[in-house]
């Protein structure tokens, strides 16, 4: 945080509400982060009311009056536009994209279609079904293959592959659709795995130190995310740096062109000749003890609850009222 940057007071926040838990299977991961969060903003004196939207009515939300929401949701119906648009309907500023942002970046295939058409570098992939030609699909894509749900988060029903066969290609695509029948499956790219924490509105954004994951046989899984200590990171990561430049711009760009705000992270696989593709966009980033984005903000001189604040403070609606 600059020396010269104006501090958030909990006066200026008003009352807020903190949403976490939800009803997507990251659930678990939400009220984690969400209790990293609560307390935070209990620290600093900010006038704060937990919400949780599978134990609780959206009558309360509404009857609550509150000034602004902090929104520690993950992925379905907290990260792709569901409670954006109910508290756009509400009148109440949320940290985050808005209804539009959060429907587009929640679907990592369609994410991907506006940055390629912005030029922006992502894993050459495709859309399958179950039933589809996995045979094409290899030969389209190699047989070295990653497997994802389209809107899933925390590597949630990911399978990676190395010298593919149809048959288990198919059995991967059956896994991911068993969560969502919309699978993206792309080239697996071999190298080093990186992380950008990018916060601010779309057209002031700016990226946070890059990090650089460190994972046991390169398995960045559910498990090694939020429950063990295996993992390693490199904070800022060891890049070149004009290398460390481009990167940090490609994805401030990637940001804006998703019309992002508030803050979010973009995963990052850098292969051994520089060459770099953005792999997917979090807009309502983990802020849990294992968390990639409170590591980036402590880097560039931001505590946690510093990071907390500054967020809440930038709640805003699509549609000013």
């Known amino acids: 945080m600059t020396k010269d940057k104006k501090k958030v007071t909990p006066e200026s926040l008003g009352k807020v509400v903190l949403l976490a838990g939800g009803f997507s299977s990251e659930?678990?991961?939400?009220?984690?982060?969400?209790?990293?969060?609560?307390?935070?903003?209990?620290?600093?004196g900010v006038d704060v009311t937990r919400?949780?939207?599978?134990?609780?009515?959206?009558?309360?939300?509404?009857?609550?009056?509150?000034?602004?929401?902090?929104?520690?949701?993950?992925?379905?119906?907290?990260?792709?536009?569901?409670?954006?648009?109910?508290?756009?309907?509400?009148?109440?500023?949320?940290t985050g994209p808005g209804v539009k942002t959060s429907a587009i970046t929640i679907d990592k295939a369609l994410t991907k279609q506006v940055w390629?058409?912005?030029?922006?570098?992502?894993?050459?992939?495709?859309?399958?079904?179950?039933?589809?030609?996995?045979?094409?699909?290899?030969?389209?894509?190699g047989k070295d293959l990653v497997v994802k749900p389209a809107r899933?988060?925390?590597?949630?029903?990911?399978?990676?592959?190395?010298?593919a066969t149809p048959e288990a290609l198919e059995m991967a695509v059956?896994?991911?659709?068993?969560?969502?029948?919309?699978?993206?499956v792309e080239e697996y790219i071999i190298g080093r795995e990186l992380t950008v924490a990018v916060l601010g509105q779309a057209e002031t954004a700016h990226a946070l130190p890059i990090i650089e994951i460190v994972a046991p046989e390169g398995?960045?899984?559910?498990?090694?995310?939020?429950?063990?200590?295996?993992?390693?990171?490199?904070?800022?990561?060891?890049?070149?740096?004009?290398?460390?430049?481009?990167?940090?711009?490609?994805c401030e760009r990637a940001y804006r062109v998703l019309e992002a705000r508030?803050?979010?992270?973009?995963?990052?696989?850098?292969?051994?000749?520089?060459?770099?593709?953005?792999?997917?966009?979090?807009?309502?980033?983990?802020?849990?003890?294992?968390?990639?984005?409170?590591?980036a903000a402590k880097n560039a001189g931001m505590s946690y609850g510093e990071l907390v604040m500054e967020v809440a403070s930038n709640a805003a609606l699509d549609n000013k009222r």
């Open 51 to 94: 919400f949780d939207p599978q134990e609780q009515s959206l009558g309360e939300l509404e009857q609550g009056n509150f000034d602004r929401a902090v929104i520690s949701l993950h992925g379905r119906f907290g990260e792709d536009g569901t409670i954006q648009g109910v508290l756009e309907y509400l009148g109440v500023p949320y």
């Open 116 to 141: 390629n058409a912005n030029g922006i570098p992502t894993p050459q992939g495709m859309v399958v079904s179950k039933g589809d030609d996995m045979a094409f699909v290899i030969q389209t894509l």
């Open 262 to 295: 508030g803050w979010s992270r973009i995963d990052v696989m850098l292969r051994d000749d520089g060459r770099f593709a953005l792999l997917e966009i979090n807009t309502s980033p983990g802020m849990t003890s294992h968390s990639l984005v409170p590591l």
């Open 27 to 44: 659930r678990d991961v939400s009220l984690m982060s969400g209790k990293g969060v609560y307390d935070a903003l209990v620290d600093a």
């Open 219 to 250: 398995n960045y899984d559910y498990q090694n995310k939020y429950f063990t200590n295996d993992v390693s990171y490199e904070c800022p990561a060891n890049l070149p740096e004009e290398l460390s430049g481009e990167i940090a711009k490609m």
């Open 152 to 163: 899933e988060g925390s590597s949630i029903g990911l399978t990676k592959l190395k010298n």
């Open 174 to 184: 059956v896994k991911a659709a068993a969560l969502d029948p919309r699978v993206l």
